[in-house]
């Protein structure tokens, strides 16, 4: 294909191949390419900073531009969107040196990616009159249809508290407290009713309900798996908090 036939997107990438590849491909001439390199390289740190604003606050501004040079040549912006780019960064992270010493660090950028692909997500409006589905005999055949920028993580690390310490100046959390006591801390991730994300914990219970609801259990399953869960008090919290679309049947 010549490269005149190739779509904007198309050149663009068979150009970010050539510089990162060192492929003897003619699309620009040797300062052009430069130029096009060192505009390729500060868009890549400014979406990188636009993802993981937490992130970065905590490694710095030189530490992130160095990832963002190294993703570029694992992961290329192929979508045309640059909010869409960058999401491999927790693998680069826990393969780099910054692994061993702040291990937390590719919890944190999980969930920054969780934060900025949800705000991205539209909210759908709640069907109160699908829960007649309920009254259904087969349960088997009714499914919790949750908003999709709602997920979930688990995590040692109180990752609520370093969204904080970045948010508000004022909070100094005790150190001990950064690291779960037992096991895990869980969080559910969601936009609230005045459109801004929430990173909150909750019960491990909750957590797991949430787990087998993304991975389209039936309700019939949920209550044969979790009998002692509180299924009202969820729901009643799912609709005030924004989480709950429907329930299908």
Same mark, same amino acid.
């Given at each position: 294909?010549?490269?005149?036939?190739?779509?904007?997107?198309?050149?663009?990438?068979?150009?970010?191949?050539? #510089?990162?590849?060192?492929?003897?491909? =003619?699309?620009?001439?040797?300062?052009?390419?430069?130029?096009?390199?060192?505009?390729?390289?500060?868009? @890549? &740190?400014?979406?990188?900073?636009?993802? *993981?604003? !937490?992130?970065?606050?905590?490694?710095?501004?030189?530490?992130?531009?160095?990832?963002? !040079?190294?993703?570029?040549?694992?992961? $290329?912006?192929? &979508?045309?969107?640059?909010?869409?780019?960058?999401?491999? /960064?927790?693998?680069?992270?826990?393969?780099?040196?910054?692994?061993? @010493?702040?291990?937390?660090?590719?919890? =944190?950028?999980?969930?920054?990616? $969780?934060? &900025?692909?949800? %705000?991205?997500?539209?909210?759908?409006? %709640?069907?109160?009159?699908?829960?007649? @589905?309920?009254?259904?005999?087969?349960?088997?055949? =009714? %499914?919790?249809?949750?908003?999709?920028?709602?997920? !979930? #993580?688990?995590?040692?690390?109180?990752?609520?508290?370093?969204?904080?310490?970045?948010?508000?100046?004022? +909070?100094?959390?005790?150190?001990?407290?950064?690291?779960?006591?037992?096991?895990?801390? *869980? %969080? =559910? !991730?969601?936009?609230?009713?005045?459109?801004?994300?929430?990173?909150?914990?909750?019960?491990?219970?909750? +957590?797991?309900?949430? &787990?087998?609801?993304?991975?389209?259990?039936?309700?019939? +399953?949920?209550?044969?798996? +979790?009998?002692?869960?509180?299924?009202?008090?969820?729901?009643?919290?799912? #609709?005030?908090?924004?989480?709950?679309?429907? /329930? #299908?049947?």
């Amino acid at each position: 294909m010549k490269n005149n036939d190739l779509t904007p997107l198309q050149y663009q990438n068979a150009l970010i191949d050539s #510089i990162f590849t060192n492929e003897d491909t =003619v699309l620009l001439s040797d300062k052009a390419q430069r130029i096009y390199r060192s505009n390729l390289i500060h868009t @890549a &740190h400014r979406a990188l900073s636009i993802s *993981y604003p !937490i992130f970065e606050s905590m490694v710095g501004e030189q530490v992130t531009l160095t990832l963002a !040079i190294r993703l570029l040549a694992q992961e $290329k912006p192929r &979508h045309g969107d640059w909010a869409q780019w960058g999401s491999s /960064l927790s693998l680069l992270v826990a393969n780099s040196e910054l692994n061993d @010493a702040h291990p937390y660090l590719t919890d =944190v950028i999980d969930v920054e990616w $969780k934060l &900025h692909t949800g %705000f991205r997500k539209a909210r759908r409006p %709640f069907d109160r009159d699908s829960f007649s @589905a309920l009254a259904k005999d087969d349960l088997g055949n =009714v %499914f919790i249809e949750l908003q999709d920028g709602v997920s !979930i #993580i688990q995590s040692p690390y109180a990752l609520d508290s370093f969204r904080r310490m970045q948010t508000d100046t004022t +909070y100094e959390p005790q150190q001990d407290t950064l690291l779960a006591p037992q096991g895990f801390y *869980y %969080f =559910v !991730i969601y936009q609230d009713e005045m459109g801004l994300m929430r990173v909150e914990r909750t019960s491990e219970a909750t +957590y797991l309900w949430l &787990h087998d609801i993304q991975k389209s259990h039936s309700l019939e +399953y949920l209550l044969d798996k +979790y009998p002692s869960f509180d299924m009202p008090s969820w729901l009643q919290e799912a #609709i005030q908090k924004h989480w709950l679309v429907s /329930l #299908i049947s």
